[in-house]
Nanobody, 119 residues
Framework: QVQLAESGGGLVQPGGSLRLSCAVSESIRNMNNMGWYRQAPGKQRELVAEINSSGNPNYADSVKGRFTISKDNSKNTLDLQMNSLKPEDTAVYYC?????????????WGQGTQVTVSS
């Protein structure tokens, strides 16, 4: 069973920065896609950013130009650099990995890390 563990959340003032990291228990070279999602209280979980096996990123419009997703295949980690944070970025952030094998899709999730943007 693939395990994902997020770290790096916390409390930050508006305009500040945080870097989230997701450690994966197995080689992420096998993963077809990896991403960061978030869920604010009373809202549905939404995609923040994703990166495919070729390293091509995709961002939600709300974070374009402020967030950067990256992965390190040698360390089996997925990071999310968040700059110019806004109160509306407050949410629990989840790491996700997708593995497609023999036509079957396997989704793996971390336990989440809280990000709070407040003065």
């Amino acid at each position: 069973q693939v395990q994902l563990a997020e770290s790096g959340g916390g409390l930050v003032q508006p305009g500040g920065s945080l870097r989230l990291s997701c450690a994966v228990s197995e080689s992420i070279r096998n993963m077809n896609n990896m991403g960061w999602y978030r869920q604010a209280p009373g809202k549905q979980r939404e995609l923040v950013a994703e990166i495919n096996s070729s390293g091509n990123p995709n961002y939600a419009d709300s974070v374009k130009g402020r967030f950067t997703i990256s992965k390190d295949n040698s360390k089996n980690t997925l990071d999310l650099q968040m700059n110019s944070l806004k109160p509306e970025d407050t949410a629990v952030y989840y790491c996700n990995a997708i593995w497609i094998f023999l036509g079957r899709r396997f989704d793996y999730w971390g336990q989440g890390t809280q990000v709070t943007v407040s003065s």
